[in-house]
C-alpha cells in the first residue's frame, strides 16, 4: 500500500511540472505532441517522414527520450532541426521534469511544433503527462489487433492513433477492421491514420492534419 | 532519492518471494523459463508452437502475465495444458509475489516444463527475478536490428534471444547479422535462435534445446 501512496505522490508532482510545461508551451504558442509506442512500432520513422513533408513550412524541434543510446536523436538530426536527447539509463518513461530539463536548451520562441518521442513501452509512459497538447500513440499492424484491449490505459489516454507498417499487412495476421474497432471501443473519440513509412501512404494525411493543429495554436 | 531507496526495497522483496519460487520449482524438478518481448513480438505463437511440438512429451503447464484481457490465456488453453492468468490491471512487469499466488493453483508435482509468459514490456520486466531459470527474450526482426543496444537491460539479463518473424525479413529494415552482433555485444553468452511461427523455421531447433532443459532438471 505503501508503494501505490508514493506513486500516486510521483504522479502528482509530475503533473504539476507537467501543468508548468504546458503553461510555457502555450505561452509560446507551440503545438506540442508525446509520441508514444512499442520498441520498434516506428516512432523514429514517422517522425523522418514528418520532417521531410514539413520541414519547409513550419518551425520543428524534438526532444528524444531513450533508454539508452541516442541513435534516434542522430536520424532526426539529419533533418537539421534542434534535438534534444534525453538518456533515461533504464527509466521505462519519460517525465516532466526530464522534459522541462531538456526545454532548457532548446529556443521555444518562434517555434510551431514540438516532438516528444518517448520511451519504446505500451504500457508505462501512458501515465505520464509531459505537458503535451496530446499524446500520439504509434500501433504497428505486426504488432496484431488485439493490442488496443491488452494495453487499453494508452489507447485510452490518446488522442491520435496511427496505424503503422500497412503495408506490411499481406504478410502479417493483423484485421485491419477489427484493429479499428478495438481501438474505438477503448477510445471512441480517437483521431486514426494509416500509414506506411516505406511507401509514405497516409503521411500527408497526418501532416496536413498537425498543420492543421499548428494554425489553431496561432 | 527515496524513490529510489523504495524501489530498492521493492526488488531486495521481489528477490527474496523469487528465491522460495526457484526452491519449489527445483524441488519439483520443473524447468521453468520467464520469456519476455515488446508487445507483439510473437510470445504467445512461439508458446502455441512450442505447446505443438512439445505437448505429447513432456508435462507442461503456463502462467500468462497480461495488462488486461485472458486472450493468450485462451489461445494456450485451446492446447490442453494447465494455465493460470495474471491481470496486472496496468501493472508493467509480473513480480514474483504474482507467480506465486498463481502457483497455488497449479499442480508442480510431475511437471516437466513450466513457461512464464510476462506482460510485453522490453524495459520493466528486465530487473524481476520469478524463480525462473532463465529469461528468453523475443525480439521481432520487424522492430529493427538496433533494439540490442537501445534496450540492453533486458538482453543482458536473458540467456536465450529468439528472434522472431525471420519470414518478414525480405519487408523490413532489419539486417539479421547486425542484429546478431548488437546482441552479442550486450550479451556475449546469449543463446540465438531465428524463428518463424508462420513458416515453423527454427521451432525444432527451439524445442530441441527446450527438451535438453528439461532433462538436465531431471
Known amino acids: 500500500m505503501s508503494v501505490i501512496t508514493i506513486e500516486r505522490k510521483v504522479l502528482e508532482k509530475n503533473d504539476q511540472v507537467a501543468a508548468q510545461n504546458r503553461e510555457l508551451f502555450q505561452r509560446h504558442r507551440v503545438f506540442v505532441f508525446n509520441i508514444v509506442s512499442s520498441p520498434g512500432a516506428g516512432k523514429t520513422s514517422i517522425l523522418e517522414r514528418t520532417l521531410e513533408e514539413l520541414k519547409g513550412s513550419l518551425r520543428i524541434a524534438v526532444v528524444e527520450g531513450d533508454v539508452q543510446t541516442d541513435f534516434d536523436a542522430q536520424r532526426v538530426a539529419r533533418y537539421d532541426v534542434p534535438v534534444v536527447q534525453i538518456v533515461t539509463h533504464g527509466g521505462c518513461h519519460l517525465e516532466a521534469g526530464l522534459v522541462r530539463d531538456a526545454l ?115
Open 104 to 218: 532548457v536548451r532548446l529556443e521555444l520562441t518562434g517555434l510551431d511544433l514540438l516532438v516528444i518521442e518517448n520511451v519504446g513501452n505500451l504500457v508505462c509512459p501512458a501515465n505520464y503527462d509531459l505537458g503535451e497538447a496530446l499524446k500520439v500513440v504509434v500501433l504497428s499492424t505486426t504488432e496484431g489487433d488485439d493490442k488496443p484491449l491488452k494495453y487499453p490505459t494508452m489507447f485510452r489516454n490518446a488522442a491520435v492513433l496511427i496505424i503503422n507498417k500497412v503495408d506490411l499487412l499481406p504478410y502479417v495476421n493483423c484485421d485491419l477492421a477489427r484493429l479499428r474497432r478495438n481501438a474505438l471501443q477503448i477510445n471512441p473519440g480517437l483521431r486514426v491514420f494509416e500509414t506506411s513509412c516505406t511507401t509514405k501512404a497516409g503521411i500527408a494525411e497526418w501532416c496536413d492534419w498537425l498543420r492543421e493543429q499548428v494554425s489553431r495554436q496561432k
